[in-house]
């Protein structure tokens, strides 16, 4: 059975960093972090696309940075962190070749395999 588990999540005050860390059993040529905020609707965070490619989402460029930290394990660094940030957040995998702002955009529907997600709380 194909799992991902991610970890790291946790409460920190605005401006503090967390680390996310995505662990796989399988190989999958495209991996992400997406998020998803009480009453919102899950948003793409970063992607990793197979061709090597990144795409992060606006509200979190230039503090976020995303990593292969192996080749089946994701990490999703987070610096400055503001309370809009707030929200579990989820890594999922796929086996298409699409680009990353491809899967940004549509990874929600189209990435087929998905963790339980950890929960992120920043605080003013």
């Known amino acids: 059975q194909v799992e991902l588990v991610e970890s790291g999540g946790g409460s920190v005050q605005a401006g503090g960093s967390l680390r996310l860390s995505c662990a796989s059993s399988e190989l999958f040529y495209t991996m992400g972090w997406f998020r998803q905020a009480p009453g919102k609707e899950r948003e793409g965070v970063a992607i990793?696309?197979?061709?090597?490619?990144i795409s992060y989402a606006d509200s979190v460029k230039g503090r976020f940075t995303v990593s292969k930290d192996s080749a089946k394990n994701l990490s999703l660094q987070m610096n400055n962190l503001k309370p809009e940030d707030s929200a579990m957040y989820y890594c999922?995998?796929?086996?298409?070749?699409?680009?990353?702002?491809?899967?940004?955009?549509?990874?929600?529907?189209?990435?087929?395999?998905w963790g339980q997600g950890t929960q992120v709380t920043v605080s003013s």
């Open positions: 990793i696309a197979s061709n090597g490619g």
């Open positions: 999922a995998g796929g086996y298409g070749h699409q680009p990353a702002e491809w899967y940004l955009e549509t990874g929600v529907r189209t990435l087929p395999l």
